[in-house]
């Protein structure tokens, strides 16, 4: 079984994608190699940074090592009313997901060039170490846990009833023992969506800058379904994050003028390059999804202000506290996501 989240939480958006792909390279040539059927089962599902997104673009980008006919993935409990409660809906989805997979079985078999050119997994691989390098350096850079603790609303997620699991693994305040979905949910629900994105504008812009070429990564953009599946999804993970928002958030706390810069630079030096690979002038490629973004947000803001002036008093009533406590529940059902 092959996990996505933590993965992502410890290594960031692009290192950990591309550790789990080569990954998944290295087994599918070792059962090869000892005539052993290999089944992968994708923990992945919910947010973009554990491995979201539409399962037959995730079908089609992965490596042809490993496309065998078999394949096993999870489905996240909150996403399966919105795909199957509908019949039709659930045949298209199903349609999809058996088109892919015959897809990339076809091109498996010889039916499509697979392989991988040398100069963009060398190129994947500059940009991936320098993105993870990074997103470390923000991690552990002293005063980020507290800095994250203000700057989301971490604290009155972790007392709501929701999930099977505590928030973290022992109690303790790191980001390595908090668990995964409550990290991604903080930030989404603060409207910066890092875990998303965070590392990827600073991992290309090494490989650049160590003489990579632009043309190259478009290249790999146009004619790699990883790498073009990878970007799409922080296309979308950029798309959703609101900066002027998420500044508000950061107001909160006391080390703001330590990260946030940080984080807006970062923001800033993504978007310019992905447009830049795809050639667009706008996130997102998808129209549907900018106007779903552009609908939903006049709606949903408003609760991100009203919880940012909540958590900003100590000394909150009871009926603060709860409604505090449903601008949550209020956030995550207008981004439709709980990390």
């Known amino acids: 079984m092959l996990g996505y989240s933590d993965s992502n939480k410890e290594n960031g958006f692009l290192a950990a994608n591309w550790s789990l792909y080569e990954n998944q390279k290295r087994l599918g040539g070792i059962c090869e190699a000892h005539d052993v059927t290999l089944r992968l089962f994708h923990g992945r599902g919910g947010s973009i940074s554990r491995g979201g997104g539409p399962m037959h673009e995730a079908l089609l980008a992965l490596p042809p090592e490993t496309v065998n006919g078999q394949v096993k993935f999870t489905e996240q409990g909150e996403a399966i009313a919105e795909k199957y409660a509908n019949p039709d809906i659930a045949?298209?989805?199903?349609e999809q997901m058996l088109n892919a997979q015959i897809r990339a079985r076809h091109r498996a078999l010889g039916g499509g060039d697979g392989a991988v050119p040398a100069?963009?997994?060398?190129?994947?691989g500059t940009a991936a170490g320098a993105a993870r390098g990074a997103y470390r350096d923000l991690l552990e850079t002293e005063g980020f846990v507290s800095y994250f603790e203000s700057a989301t609303p971490i604290r009155v997620i972790e007392d709501l009833n929701l999930g099977s699991r505590p928030a973290s693994r022992s109690g303790e305040r790191t980001v390595e023992d908090l668990r995964a979905i409550p990290w991604v949910f903080s930030w989404t629900q603060a409207r910066c969506i890092l875990p998303g994105w965070y590392g990827l504008g600073t991992g290309l812009e090494t490989?650049?800058?160590?003489g990579g070429d632009i043309g190259t990564v478009r290249e790999m953009y146009h004619e790699?379904?990883?790498f073009r599946t990878m970007l799409d999804r922080a296309a979308m993970a950029l798309a959703k994050t609101e900066l002027?928002?998420?500044?508000?958030?950061?107001?909160?706390?006391?080390?703001?003028?330590?990260f946030f810069p940080?984080?807006?630079a970062e923001y800033d030096r993504c978007v310019d390059l992905v447009e830049r690979i795809t050639d667009r002038d706008r996130l997102p490629a998808r129209q549907?999804?900018?106007a779903k973004l552009d609908r939903r947000n006049p709606y949903v803001d408003p609760l991100n202000h009203l919880q940012v002036r909540l958590l900003d008093r100590t000394d909150r009533s009871d009926?603060?506290?709860?409604?505090l406590r449903l601008t949550v529940k209020g956030i995550a059902a207008g981004l439709k996501s709980t990390g």
């Open 91 to 94: 045949g298209r989805n199903l």
């Open 119 to 124: 100069a963009w997994s060398d190129a994947l």
């Open 207 to 210: 490989y650049l800058g160590d």
């Open 224 to 226: 790699w379904p990883f």
């Open 244 to 258: 002027d928002i998420a500044a508000e958030y950061a107001t909160l706390a006391d080390e703001r003028d330590r």
């Open 262 to 264: 940080r984080i807006e």
């Open 288 to 290: 549907w999804l900018r």
């Open 319 to 323: 009926r603060e506290e709860r409604t």
